[in-house]
């Protein structure tokens, strides 16, 4: 993990600092422990109803890939709905909430954004596959309704075509 992305979480229960430590996050306020292994953050312990969201991205991990279609498909769209050039987000610290596969990602670390990419499904241990060798990036296992981000942390965030799959879309846009 880049020692950086340390400084943009906190802990979901009491917002307090987390110190890293080898397998867990700890925080400094309240104690409580978030598993963290390899580049993999996790803030929820099971995946409630984005389960299938993760089988079917466990399944079917690169279908969506530019680098592995040979493509442009995600990077035209991924300019298209965020309207942001590559040097805008180059070294600029972003979040991909609702990262799925790592489909946007892929297109955002390419760019040289450094990435906080968040998914509430076992789909994030297949982005952190993805992006994996690719650039500096930290994969969250958390709910967008409940991000362990600190407030206004981050100058670029993005949600592409998530919203409709969560259990509370303006839960969640409040929480972004």
Not at 52 to 67: I, T, V
């Amino acid at each position: 993990m880049v020692t950086n992305f340390i400084n943009f979480l906190e802990c979901t229960s009491c917002h307090g600092d987390l110190h890293s430590q080898t397998g867990y996050l700890r925080c400094q306020q309240c104690n409580q422990s978030f598993t963290f292994e390899g580049k993999i953050a996790r803030f929820v312990e099971d995946e409630s109803y984005s389960a299938s969201f993760g089988l079917q991205w466990n399944e079917f991990s690169k279908s969506q890939l530019d680098s592995h279609l040979g493509t442009n498909r995600s990077l035209l769209r991924f300019e298209t709905e965020t309207g942001w050039t590559e040097a805008e987000i180059r070294n600029q610290f972003v979040l991909d909430a609702g990262s799925g596969a790592g489909r946007f990602s892929e297109v955002a670390v390419e760019f040289g954004a450094k990435l906080l990419t968040v998914d509430y499904s076992s789909a994030i241990e297949v982005t952190a596959e993805n992006l994996s060798g690719r650039g500096e990036f930290i994969a969250i296992q958390a709910d967008l309704r409940k991000l362990p981000l600190k407030g206004r942390s981050l100058s670029y965030i993005y949600c592409i075509g998530v919203l409709q799959h969560t259990e509370y879309p303006n839960l969640v846009l409040q929480e972004l």
